[in-house]
């Protein structure tokens, strides 16, 4: 079975500032996928950015970064240059690839809530 | 606009009557899932289906009923067999062939069972 912990109920950053959201997981899957989205109070989920376990590079896309460790089974979240628009909740998921049929299972962990101050 | 529509945002149900949750995506997925959040929580699989005419259940299916006819459909019916059914409630797409194919989520529909 798949876990994903986030042991960051809360995190505070101020604006403009860096800010490193925390995921680690577990599977005995060699094969597998990290993602992580965003999740405004309206509700709706927003994927940001995604890590496969064969990529050798981390993963970016503009403001976001994935630090993938491998041997540590992390995965975190660096936000740089926090704007007041990132004030979310933020899940880590994982995806397994095998032939057991759960392909198509996203594991989510409890997430993170961020607040950006001015 | 390409996406995937949720209806109602918010519904509200007297306990013991079932309740169909609608799911709308027009953006030629194949693939369409049904989750639950509870508050404080992350999300949890109650169906899934790859296909038309095809579904397998998820973590927490219980007191819970898809269909899938359409490509573009997957109604969630809430039975009066789910005990604790108020939650929020989100569907989501995504292309079935793949690896790195994130899933788009739609807007969610907050129920209330009282």
């Known amino acids: 079975a798949q876990k994903i912990t986030q042991t960051q109920p809360g995190m505070f950053v101020q604006e403009k500032e860096a800010v490193t959201l925390d995921c680690t997981y577990d599977t005995s899957d060699q094969s597998y996928g990290l993602f992580w989205y965003k999740q405004p109070s309206s509700g709706e989920m927003i994927f940001l950015i995604y890590?496969?376990?064969?990529?050798?590079q981390n993963a970016t896309e503009g403001r976001y970064s994935l630090n993938f460790q491998k041997a540590r089974k992390s995965a975190n979240l660096v936000i740089s240059a926090s704007q007041l628009g990132d004030s979310a909740m933020y899940f880590c998921a994982m995806r397994v690839f095998n032939s057991g049929g759960s392909n198509y299972k996203l594991t989510f962990g409890k997430g993170t809530l961020l607040t950006v101050n001015p | 606009d390409g996406g995937i529509t949720q209806s109602p945002k918010y519904l509200f149900r007297k306990e013991g009557q079932n309740v169909t949750l609608s799911c709308e995506q027009n953006l030629n997925h194949d693939a369409m899932y049904w989750y639950r959040q509870d508050p404080g929580q992350g999300l949890r699989l109650i169906y899934y289906?790859?296909?038309?005419?095809?579904?397998q259940k998820g973590d927490i299916a219980e007191g819970y009923s898809v269909s899938r006819e359409k490509k573009e459909s997957f109604p969630l019916t809430v039975t009066s067999a789910q005990k604790n059914p108020t939650a929020f409630y989100l569907c989501?797409?995504?292309?079935?062939?793949?690896?790195?194919?994130?899933?788009?989520f739609g807007p969610g529909t907050r129920l209330t069972v009282t």
């Open positions: 289906s790859q296909i038309v005419n095809d579904f």
């Open positions: 989501a797409s995504s292309f079935r062939q793949g690896f790195i194919y994130e899933q788009y």
């Open positions: 890590q496969g376990s064969y990529d050798e």
